[in-house]
T-cell receptor, first 114, second 113 residues
Framework: NAGVTQTPKFQVLKTGQSMTLQCAQDMNHNSMYWYRQDPGMGLRLIYYSASEGTTDKGEVPNGYNVSRLNKREFSLRLESAAPSQTSVYFC?????????????FGEGSWLTVV | DQQVKQNSPSLSVQEGRISILNCDYTNSMFDYFLWYKKYPAEGPTFLISISSIKDKNEDGRFTVFLNKSAKHLSLHIVPSQPGDSAVYFCAARDGYNFNKFYFGSGTKLNVKP
């Protein structure tokens, strides 16, 4: 049972570098999400995709782009990394109403921007 | 401003006793609430949920209570076990947009043997 898998688990970037966080789910969920977790802030929604082919901004979208490549995959891109983007990033997907309407998270990606 | 708040960053409880974790929210349009548990270096895992049309939901040792008039929910763990030691997040869903979930900042529970 893979659930939600995201890569890489750890990454150190220099300011101005770009990178893409990859995420895939095998639960056939329509909705997928990217959250960031910062100390004392909880989880904040960056972007979400309600279905294949659609993406929408969350609470903190600035500095990020996303791509919903297909139903399984949802990637997050940092075009020009900044120290303020140092955080733990979680990808997630959501089951439908008929199966409990629950969000399932990946294990997280620790990103440090120096 | 955070719409979901967990005002206690940490809680310490003796094994076998009750753990009560609290959560407050400000948006009256939240219609569904969830609790997640998180161990270090892992993603949050779903624990229990409650719809806004209910005031209580039980699942084994875990019970969630919802007080809509006070915009307050709580998670009760009885009896607490050392394996329950983790960070607990509450979350609330926007009733206008089922894809928007707002999370609290978490409460770190330590259950002492």
């Amino acid at each position: 049972n893979a659930g939600v898998t995201q890569t890489p688990k750890f990454q150190v970037l220099k300011t101005g570098q770009s990178m893409t966080l990859q995420c895939a789910q095998d639960m056939n969920h329509n909705s997928m999400y990217w959250y960031r977790q910062d100390p004392g802030m909880g989880l904040r929604l960056i972007y979400y995709s309600a279905s294949e082919g659609t993406t929408d901004k969350g609470e903190v979208p600035n500095g990020y782009n996303v791509s919903r490549l297909n139903k399984r995959e949802f990637s997050l891109r940092l075009e020009s990394a900044a120290p303020s983007q140092t955080s733990v990033y979680f990808c997630a997907s959501r089951s439908g109403v008929e199966t409990g309407n629950t969000i399932y998270f990946g294990e997280g990606s620790w990103l440090t921007v120096v | 401003d955070q719409q979901v708040k967990q005002n206690s960053p940490s809680l310490s409880v003796q094994e076998g006793r009750i753990s009560i974790l609290n959560c407050d929210y400000t948006n009256s349009m939240f219609d569904y609430f969830l609790w997640y548990k998180k161990y270090p270096a892992e993603g949050p895992t779903f624990l229990i949920s409650i719809s806004s049309i209910k005031d209580k939901n039980e699942d084994g040792r875990f019970t969630v209570f919802l007080n809509k008039s006070a915009k307050h929910l709580s998670l009760h763990i009885v009896p607490s076990q050392p394996g329950d030691s983790a960070v607990y997040f509450c979350a609330a869903r926007d009733g206008y947009n089922f894809n928007k979930f707002y999370f609290g900042s978490g409460t770190k529970l330590n259950v002492k043997p």
